[in-house]
Nanobody, 126 residues
Framework: QVQLVESGGGLVEPGGSLKLSCAAS????????MTWVRQAPGKELEWVSG????????GYSDSVKGRFTISRDNAKNMLYLRMNSLKPEDSAVYYC???????????????????WGQGTRVTISS
């Protein structure tokens, strides 16, 4: 069955870095765009970043642009999110998800997700 398993979260001081990973299985990963979304306590789900199926196109929310980098390894069925210069407001549970379309993946507009993982918690605090 379809499965997305995130890892790599943790507690980091402001200004630090983390790399999140997502292992995908149960579907032809290389055929589909993918996205990272996050949810902070008491807040709505927020689109963070997305990438096209081949990895040639990427999109980022304004809040993370220039600090986060999304990537994928289709040979390994893996999705990644490198996060630098982390801020307390980046604290959230991060989810790897399959969006409904490439436009959703790259822009976050009309965010519709077909499935997602269990999430990995990121806490930025001194």
């Amino acid at each position: 069955q379809v499965q997305l398993v995130e890892s790599g979260g943790g507690l980091v001081e402001p200004g630090g870095s983390l790399k999140l990973s997502c292992a995908a299985s149960g579907f032809r990963f290389s055929n589909y765009p993918m996205t990272w979304v996050r949810q902070a306590p008491g807040k709505e789900l927020e689109w963070v970043s997305g990438i096209s199926n081949g990895g040639g196109s990427e999109g980022y929310s304004d809040s993370v642009k220039g600090r986060f980098t999304i990537s994928r390894d289709n040979a390994k069925n893996m999705l990644y999110l490198r996060m630098n210069s982390l801020k307390p407001e980046d604290s959230a549970v991060y989810y790897c998800a399959k969006p409904s379309t490439t436009d959703v993946a790259l822009t976050g507009r009309k965010l519709t997700l077909e499935f997602w993982g269990q999430g990995t918690r990121v806490t930025i605090s001194s």
